[in-house]
């Protein structure tokens, strides 16, 4: 998709209430409903979803602490979003994923959420999102924890597209296990021959 531009949803903006509400919309939608059984929630797995939507004040707060981005549509709507923890960036207290992939992999970006937009899937969004982080720190891996209690199909193939592979299993405390993924760094990849097939278009500027 063209014309897209990723930015960081902080409180200087002026629209930043209005971002901060789309992005809760966003999450709405990929939400798995609490108590969902058997077939619906066999289709969720499938479609992919978050593993909790945060509710707006907490999307709000994220921002103000400067962990929110958004990859904005032509028409300045976001289409896709996501949760980062910059290399300087500590773990927030109580997140204890991305506490132990910082304690495990030191001061790196951790992705806690990313998420498009279910009409604006498949559409680049969150490959643009991922590689906004890897071009700015092209020298370090980022990681990204992804929920296997229940396995979600969409994001671990997403993610192994885009060139992540899982590194850990992370027995996290929630009874929802983690797998702690990695992508290489920006320099590693563009070294590797055809990028091992994993890297087509915009790794390789
Ligand atoms: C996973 C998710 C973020 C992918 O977003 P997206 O914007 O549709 O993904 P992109 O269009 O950027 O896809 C990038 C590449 O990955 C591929 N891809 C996307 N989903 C894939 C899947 N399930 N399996 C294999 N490849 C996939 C795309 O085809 C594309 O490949 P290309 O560059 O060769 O064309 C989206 O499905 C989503 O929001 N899921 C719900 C929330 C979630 O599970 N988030 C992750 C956990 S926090």
Redesign the pocket.
């Known amino acids: 998709m063209d014309n897209i531009q990723v930015i960081q949803v902080t409180p200087d903006l002026p629209n930043f209430n209005i971002l901060v509400s789309s992005v809760h919309a966003?999450a709405k939608k990929?939400a798995l409903p609490e108590g969902t059984v058997g077939d619906v929630r066999a289709q969720w797995e499938q479609?992919?979803?978050?593993?909790a939507a945060y509710t707006e004040e907490k999307y709000r707060e994220l921002g103000k602490k400067g962990r929110l981005y958004a990859a904005l549509l032509p028409d300045g709507t976001p289409?896709?979003f996501s949760v980062i923890y910059r290399p300087e960036h500590p773990a927030d207290e109580g997140d204890l994923g991305t506490k132990f992939t910082k304690e495990q992999y030191g001061d790196v970006p951790v992705?806690?959420?990313?998420?498009?937009?279910?009409d604006?899937?498949?559409?680049?969004?969150?490959?643009?999102?991922?590689d906004h982080f890897a071009d700015q720190y092209p020298d370090l891996p980022v990681f990204?924890?992804?929920?296997e209690g229940p396995r979600?199909?969409?994001?671990?193939?997403?993610?192994?597209?885009?060139g992540f592979a899982k590194v850990v299993a992370y027995a996290h405390p929630d009874g929802k296990p983690r797998g702690i993924w990695r992508r290489p760094p920006l320099t590693e990849r563009r070294a590797l021959p055809e990028n091992g097939g994993t890297e087509?278009?915009n790794d390789l500027k």
């Open positions: 966003i990929l479609a992919g979803f978050l593993v289409g896709a992705v806690k959420q990313i998420a498009t937009d279910p604006h899937k498949g559409h680049g969004l969150a490959r643009i999102l991922n990204a924890a992804i929920v979600n199909y969409r994001s671990e193939g997403f993610h192994a597209k885009i087509p278009r």
